[in-house]
């Protein structure tokens, strides 16, 4: 088992950053792909980004690429999102996810994540 507890969340305007943290507790915390995923109002679960065991591989959604970085300290069970250069549309909740899956390259979908922190709100104004 493993439980996550998002931070970081809140109101920035476009074009300023937020870094989000997700502390996990229970066991062997190095052993599971960590994600994030967000969900506006109305609209289905996105993926965001994953990082693997190690934290040498990552993969972005497009929309994030060369502003969101995905990262991870396996000494503090915490994974982050450093969102840069936000935009309107990053509003969100936003998800940090645990799988035992292997890792693989590519987008995932969230039925692939076991375990799901409560969630932290983004809201980027225009």
């Known amino acids: 088992q493993v439980q996550l507890v998002e931070s970081g969340g809140g109101l920035v305007q476009a074009g300023g950053s937020l870094r989000l943290s997700c502390a996990a507790s229970g066991r062997s915390f190095s052993n599971y792909v960590m994600g994030w995923f967000r969900q506006a109002p109305g609209k289905e679960r996105e993926f965001v980004a994953t990082?693997?065991?190690?934290?040498?591989?990552?993969t972005y959604v497009d929309s994030v690429k060369g502003r969101f970085t995905i990262s991870r300290d396996n000494a503090e069970n915490t994974v982050y999102l450093q969102m840069n250069t936000l935009k309107p549309e990053d509003t969100a909740v936003y998800y940090c996810?645990?799988?035992?899956?292997?890792?693989?390259?590519?987008?995932?979908?969230?039925?692939?994540?076991?375990?799901w922190g409560q969630g932290t709100q983004v809201t980027v104004s225009s």
């Open positions: 990082i693997s065991w190690s934290g040498r591989s990552t």
């Open positions: 996810a645990a799988t035992s899956r292997q890792w693989r390259a590519g987008t995932w979908e969230s039925y692939e994540y076991n375990y």
